[in-house]
Each structure stands twice: as structure tokens, then as C-alpha cells.
């Protein structure tokens, strides 16, 4: 079995992608580490700035300079090596963080929690590659097709996010209850995926890579992911748990503290199902005793702070700063499994072990 991985004229010695998780928990720290070791680091777009002191006089300048600031410290700490950037097409500056992220020079763009159906257009003429980020093959049939009839352009890869995955999860409530979950395991949705990426990379003449996750943590889950057909493991939850992630030590370790009853599946402000560690802020939401009084950031198209049960942003913020009592830790459904906080180069040895040459 092959360890590396392309995406085009990108080389990674190891087939390992870091899920960009919002609000600041890959930042460049993480996503430079990652890339320094092999893998592919991934910052997320989401509020990018919000740690910056002018962020809440004006965040969409803090959010500019932020996501330039840390694609040069991940580009210095990765040795120039690639950087990719997650951004989200539910937020209001969508199409316009996606414009900044080519102007910046981000190696490749990841696009989801909504159909990135203009992604080729806000894309055009540039050299940065592009990934929608799908759960399932009819979506995947849906992009392509698609990006072929509007734009004659096919992705530069193709990331498949199954229902174990962390934060927000593109599938419908009552397809994430325990008995629907255990019919769609990761490996198994890989297949039908391949079976519609085949024509495309005929019609273009490359290879379009699949990265598949959504509850990878061990080394034999990255095995049986790439014997599944992906060409890359993506993985969120277990880079939280390592020295170089960009959160606070209190949010660390309320993932390696979290036992396998405290992850539920909460509904988000953005309209989407999400994966989270219970603790009292959520029950508080499910109380009714969080209602934003105002929008501060407008940050999601979808959500009405008049109907909203909370501030998203605000309460993302919070966890990543370590005020779980105004704030909460998305994580992956395997996250119990985390017990200790290592590095980013020992992971990634780790999760690599049982992949031969």
C-alpha cells in the first residue's frame, strides 16, 4: 500500500489530511506542524481573527489579516511546504473569504456544510486547487455533474466526510442514531464515491483524489480507510489533542476527559446537525436559556438571532479560549478513545504505523 499521496502537483510523503476546525482550533501552529511531518495542514476560515484585537470593532478586517498572518507562520513553520484552508459555504462572507484565500495563496481550498456548487467560478485563473467536501455519493454525483456542466472543471480532490465525523455533519438527524450509524460505516460509502470520481478522471485525463473521514483514530482505521480506495485519511479529533493545536489546554482536555456517553449530536444555530461534548452550556441551550439578544458577528447565512438558541461564534469563541461555561468542544464520535495529549510528528507516525512500503 502506498504512503503518499498527490493532489496534482502536490507531493505528501504520508496520506494523512487535518480537518480544518473552526473557530481557531487549526490555525497555522497546527496546520504548519502537519505539513512539516508529511500530512496536509488545514486551517479553517471561520472567524479566523477573532483573538485580534480590532476583531470586535471590525471583524471582517481582522478576519483579512488573519488569514494572511497565519498562511505565512504555516508556511514558515511547514519549510513552504502545501497549505490548505476549510471554508464553510453556510457563512456570509463565503464567496468572498474564498477570493481572499486565492489572493493570499492558499495551496487548496476545502468547501462544506452546503452545497460549493460556484467554487470553479470563485476559482478561475488561479492556481489553487479545489475540494468539495461530500457525505455521500449522491452529492458527489451532484457536484460533479455540475462542475462539468456549468464550468467544464472537475475537482482537484474530493473529501468524504462520513457520520462519526465532529462538528458539523452533513447527513440528517435520523440518519446519525446509533442502528442507521452502524449500516454506514466510513470504508463502506468509500466504493459508491469511487464508482462516480471514475468517468471525471477520464474525462480530464488525472487522478482526483478521495480523502475519506469521519472518526479515523487509529492506525488500523487509517489502514482500512485506504484499502476501502481513498487515497488519504482526514482527521480532526485526534490533532486536537496535541501540543501544536492552536486551543487553549482546558479545551484539550475536555476531549481527552470526554468518556464515550458525554458526545451528542446537538443541533447548530447554522441549520445543521453537529457533534459535540455535552457539558452544562449545552444543556443550557436545550433550557432556552442562551438566546442571543443581538447578532454581533453575522457570521452564517442560515441563522436569525431572533430565532436562534445561541450565538455560534460566540459560543465556538468561547470553548477555544477555555470557557466551557459560555462555550462548548465539537469532537468526532470516537473521541472517547483520545487519552493523552502527544505531538503532531509522533501522531502522525502513529497513525501511519501499519501502512508497508
Known amino acids: 500500500m502506498k504512503t503518499q499521496f498527490n493532489i496534482g502537483n502536490l507531493e505528501f510523503s504520508k496520506p494523512i489530511v487535518q480537518g480544518g476546525m473552526g473557530i481557531g482550533i487549526s490555525l497555522s501552529k497546527l496546520a504548519g506542524y502537519v505539513s512539516k511531518f508529511g500530512g496536509l495542514g488545514v486551517v479553517s476560515a471561520v472567524e479566523m481573527g477573532s483573538n485580534y484585537p480590532n476583531y470586535q470593532k471590525n471583524p471582517k478586517a481582522a478576519n483579512r489579516q488573519a488569514m494572511e498572518d497565519h498562511f505565512k507562520r504555516a508556511k514558515e513553520?511547514?519549510?513552504?511546504?502545501?497549505?490548505?484552508?476549510?471554508?464553510m459555504v453556510a457563512l456570509t462572507q463565503y464567496e468572498q473569504l474564498v477570493k481572499d484565500a486565492v489572493q493570499t495563496g492558499y495551496d487548496i481550498?476545502?468547501?462544506?456544510?452546503?452545497?460549493?456548487?460556484?467554487l470553479p467560478e470563485l476559482t478561475r485563473d488561479s492556481l489553487t486547487k479545489i475540494a468539495p467536501i461530500i457525505s455521500s455519493k449522491r452529492v458527489a454525483k451532484l457536484i460533479l455533474?455540475?462542475?462539468?456542466r456549468h464550468y467544464e472543471v472537475a475537482?482537484?480532490?474530493?473529501?468524504?466526510?462520513?457520520?462519526?465525523?465532529g462538528g458539523h455533519l452533513g447527513f440528517k438527524p435520523e440518519d446519525l442514531v446509533p442502528e442507521r450509524l452502524a449500516q454506514q460505516a466510513l470504508p463502506s460509502l468509500i466504493p459508491g464515491v469511487l464508482e462516480e470520481i471514475k468517468p471525471y478522471e477520464d474525462l480530464v485525463g488525472r487522478q482526483i483524489p478521495l480523502i475519506a473521514g469521519g472518526g479515523i483514530t487509529s492506525a488500523t482505521d487509517v489502514r482500512d480507510t485506504l484499502e476501502a480506495g481513498a487515497d488519504a485519511a482526514q482527521i480532526g479529533s485526534r490533532f486536537v489533542a496535541t501540543k501544536?493545536?492552536?486551543?487553549?489546554?482546558?479545551?484539550?482536555?475536555?476531549?481527552?476527559?470526554?468518556?464515550?456517553?458525554?458526545?451528542?449530536i446537538i443541533v447548530s444555530p447554522a441549520g445543521l446537525p453537529g457533534r459535540a461534548i455535552h457539558n452544562h452550556f449545552l444543556e443550557e441551550v436545550k433550557a432556552g436559556l442562551r438566546h442571543p439578544v443581538n447578532c454581533p458577528i453575522n457570521c452564517i447565512k442560515s441563522c436569525?438571532?431572533?430565532?436562534?438558541?445561541?450565538?455560534?461564534?460566540?459560543?465556538?469563541?468561547?470553548?477555544?479560549?477555555?470557557?466551557?461555561?459560555?462555550?462548548?468542544?465539537?469532537s468526532g464520535a470516537n473521541a472517547y478513545k483520545i487519552t493523552e495529549i502527544t505531538t503532531v510528528e509522533a501522531l502522525i507516525d502513529e497513525l501511519t504505523k501499519e501502512l508497508s512500503h
Open 77 to 87: 513553520i511547514s519549510g513552504n511546504r502545501p497549505i490548505g484552508i476549510n471554508i
Open 109 to 118: 481550498v476545502f468547501a462544506g456544510a452546503g452545497l460549493p456548487l460556484t
Open 145 to 148: 455533474k455540475h462542475w462539468w
Open 155 to 165: 475537482p482537484d480532490a474530493i473529501v468524504l466526510e462520513g457520520p462519526l465525523a
Open 244 to 264: 501544536e493545536c492552536d486551543a487553549s489546554p482546558v479545551f484539550k482536555e475536555a476531549l481527552v476527559k470526554a468518556k464515550q456517553s458525554d458526545i451528542e
Open 304 to 330: 436569525d438571532f431572533k430565532t436562534a438558541p445561541y450565538c455560534i461564534a460566540l459560543a465556538l469563541i468561547a470553548g477555544k479560549q477555555g470557557d466551557l461555561e459560555n462555550g462548548y468542544v465539537f
